[in-house]
């Protein structure tokens, strides 16, 4: 709506002559009706969608927000850029480090991204009560979640898949064969899509349950890194005793060892199992059921939770 001219409509007031101190004034300020298009719920999800992919990178906010995820950026991208350089000036015949394996490697900075900006994305609004003005917009719950959780999985996205290209680059410098190295590269964005979207739809789940940052930074680092370190440690151990069988199994115990197997698997990387053990066919079809159930299973504890959020 825009202002028409200002107008004042003086009224007297009782016991006192029109004109002297006291005169109440009436001001019509002359708002017209909005009569311009009508957006609707595909515009207010793209930009709540692209309002908070560029909140995850500190984009459109003050400098203090861009310091951490843009270090958290440089420290991923360094390391590729190194592996690059290193096969470049020893004119290796492959890269030492291949595409599926440098996300599963940067699981600990990839971990704190995660842990800090999935918080970002909606603790905030749970904090300071706005998602009731969202919904009061032509935008529903789903909306909501699915813009959101859009979001968070581009955004990790972007930051894992960036140190893959720069991987991909390097191979073309260092003249490996294409064929393989577009093969491999492929490989590996579909490695970082589906480590992005089960990690963002459990890092958003664990977030919506607190209103608070710090509490949901904390309980994101311990979903993600304990339950790693715990089947990391585990493995070894079944691995001295030669029980091969049970280290594939406990895989299915966390996010990074569960993308670890299927890539492996299915994506033809290598996992950091203990003795690279493989999987079975029955653990396969686990690891990719387990996949599917968490990612599903995540989107729809959000629009649960949002449906109270809502009210």
């Not at 490697?105 to 900006?117: F, K, R, S």
């Not at 909606?122 to 909306?143: N, Q, T, W």
Request: proline share 6%; aromatic share 10%; net charge positive.
């Amino acid at each position: 709506m825009s202002p028409e001219p200002h107008a004042t409509t003086p009224v007297a007031t009782p016991g006192k002559p029109p004109g002297q101190r006291g005169e109440d004034v009436i001001h019509n300020i002359g708002y017209r009706n909005y009569d311009g298009p009508r957006l609707g719920r595909g515009y207010a999800r793209t930009s709540l969608f692209e309002q908070s992919l560029r909140g995850a990178y500190g984009l459109g906010r003050s400098a203090k927000s861009k310091v951490l995820p843009m270090l958290l950026f440089a420290v991923m991208c360094v390391p590729a850029a190194i592996v690059v350089a290193v096969t470049v000036f020893t004119k290796a015949k492959e890269m030492p480090v291949h595409y599926n394996e440098y996300v599963i490697l940067m699981q600990p900075v990839i971990g704190v991204y995660i842990a800090a900006m999935a918080p970002q994305a909606v603790s905030l609004d749970l904090r300071f009560r706005v998602v009731p003005l969202y919904f009061s917009r032509p935008i529903e719950r789903g909306d909501y979640v699915g813009a959101k959780y859009a979001a968070l999985s581009a955004a990790i996205f972007v930051f894992t898949a960036t140190s893959v290209l720069i991987l991909y680059v390097g191979a073309l410098l260092a003249k490996l064969d294409f064929g393989d190295e577009t093969k491999g590269f492929a490989l590996g964005l579909v490695c970082c899509l589906v480590f992005s979207v089960l990690h963002g739809g459990i890092a958003l789940t664990v977030a919506a349950a607190t209103p608070r940052r710090g509490f949901g930074v904390a309980a994101i680092i311990a979903v993600l890194t304990i339950p790693y370190m715990l089947v990391s440690a585990l493995q070894g151990i079944v691995a001295s005793q030669d029980n091969t069988s049970a280290i594939g199994w406990l895989g299915l115990a966390s996010p990074g060892s569960l993308v670890d197997g299927l890539q492996s698997k299915l994506l033809g990387g290598d996992n950091a199992f203990p003795r690279g053990e493989d999987l079975t066919a029955a653990q396969t079809s686990a690891y990719a059921l387990l996949t599917v159930v968490l990612i599903a299973g995540t989107y729809a504890l959000l629009l649960r939770r949002y449906r109270k959020a809502g009210l």
